[in-house]
């Protein structure tokens, strides 16, 4: 009996040992990160946790998502519009009179023939009760000012964090998670189970198409609309969607492993995908509570056909928690989701 007792407390054990070790090693905690420079740097400060930024094609002006995410009580966020082709460019803030409840996140800029831009944008607003109070908000975008278009609000807003418009009024986003903030969530993030969604915006109403990514996060779609990019951010992949019928629950092709945290996805108009990215995510949650905790970052750039390949790396003291690389000629900024500022790169 004391035998059979023995056995199975060595049973147990070992399958929980296993079950650390495995948790631990896609935590990045065994990866080893190799600095790795792209091009020459130079840092740009002014934006608090610039988390998300997308270029647009035509003008050349970068849109940041700032918020501070380390502020107790929160400071207003802001959308910041950077000029790349302005020499000594400095971020202007677009929404110097948001207040406290605006807390922007992911998003997407909307580029129409005939010039009428939207710029969409995830926004958590703190209620009273420390709830959040999820959105997309849309703006129009037009002589370098935002005006306020729509807001959109669903009980289907669980945990969104990008999304990428398809029209001036559709987009797909993505929820992190399954279930809001609490045990639950961090049963899911810890098993990695899926069941998180990615919705469908039609216009009108929402509609899962996608539930079966581990924690989706940042989301974007190739230049002839027809791929739907989605990082995985605790399995190490950007997972590829055929998107054939806006709308229509979506068939995976492929899943492209990187080895590290995806999180925000950028397009270049030639189809090549630029990932930003964290190699140890553990290290990142310590960062989001101790800004002297550097996380270490990392870029990756996806040819057309899905090949990937490393192509800048730091351990944290030059960008700490890297969450974008966007990139229009031969710039390249890489934003970050705590602290302030971003890298400003131009390429070899």
Known sequence: MLRKVIYSVSIVALIVIAFTLRTLWLAGVFTRVEPRKFGVCHWVN???GPEDITIHPKTGIAYISASDRRAHPPRPGAIFAYDLKQRDARPLNLTPSADAGFQPHGISLWVDRDGHDALFVINH??????TRKHSVQIFDLADGKLTAH?????????????????GPDRFYLTNTHKNPPGLWQTIETYLRLTGAQVLYFDGQDFRPVIDDVVMPNGINVSPDGRTLYVASTTSHRVVVYDLSVAGERLQKRR???????????EVEANGTLWV???????????HQKNPA????????R????GEAQEVYANLGEEVSGSSVAAVYGKRMLIGQIFDDGFLDCTLP
């Open 255 to 265: 899943e492209i492993y990187l080895g590290m945290g995806a999180d925000n996805i």
């Open 293 to 300: 905790e550097l996380s270490p970052s990392s870029v990756f």
């Open 150 to 166: 729509a807001t959109i609000g669903s009980p289907l807003l669980v945990m969104p964090n990008d999304l990428v418009a398809v």
């Open 125 to 130: 607003q703190l209620l009273g009760d420390g």
């Open 46 to 48: 002014g934006p608090v």
């Open 302 to 305: 996806i040819s057309p056909d």
């Open 276 to 286: 930003a990215g964290h190699p140890q995510l553990l290290r990142l949650e310590a």
